[in-house]
C-alpha cells in the first residue's frame, strides 16, 4: 500500500499539472485540498520543494512576486505581467541560443548548469484594460 506521502506527492504532482500555467504554492494547496481536505499547507509547500529537488517540477522567480511552480522541466523561459502577475511560457528555443554559459562562467568563476529568463511586460489582457 502506498505510504500517505506518497499520495499527497502524486496528487500534488498532479494537480501542479492540471494547472499547467504556473500556480503559486497557495493555488496548489486550494487544488490539492479539494482532494485531501486534510493536507496542511506547509506540506503541500514541502512538497513542491521536493519535487523541484527532484527534478519533476521547476521553480519560477518571477520579478517581485510569489514563486511558481512549474511541472515543466525542459529549459524554456518565461514572461511576466507586471500589472497582474501572470507568468506564461514564452515560445521554446528562441532565445536560448543568446544565453552563452560559457561566459558566465568567466564572468563569476562559477560552474554554470542552467539560467532562468524571464521577461517582463504587460500581458494582452491588461494591455486591453
Ligand atoms: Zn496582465
Ligand atoms: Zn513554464
Known amino acids: 500500500m502506498a505510504s500517505r506521502n506518497t499520495v499527497q506527492q502524486r496528487v500534488i504532482a498532479q494537480q501542479l499539472m492540471e494547472l499547467g500555467n504556473h500556480p503559486t504554492a497557495d493555488e496548489v494547496y486550494r487544488a490539492v485540498r479539494r482532494q485531501l481536505p486534510s493536507v496542511s499547507k506547509a506540506t503541500v509547500y514541502r512538497t513542491l520543494n521536493k519535487l523541484v529537488h527532484l527534478g519533476e517540477a521547476t521553480c519560477v522567480i518571477a520579478g517581485l512576486g510569489a514563486e511558481r511552480f512549474d511541472h ?43 539560467h532562468d529568463l524571464v521577461f517582463e511586460g504587460i500581458c494582452p489582457a491588461c494591455q486591453r484594460a
Open 72 to 114: 515543466r522541466t525542459d529549459e524554456h523561459c518565461h514572461v511576466v505581467c507586471m500589472k497582474c502577475g501572470t507568468v506564461q511560457d514564452v515560445s521554446e528555443g528562441v532565445f536560448n541560443d543568446g544565453v552563452d554559459h560559457a561566459d558566465a562562467a568567466a564572468a563569476c568563476g562559477y560552474e554554470i548548469v542552467g
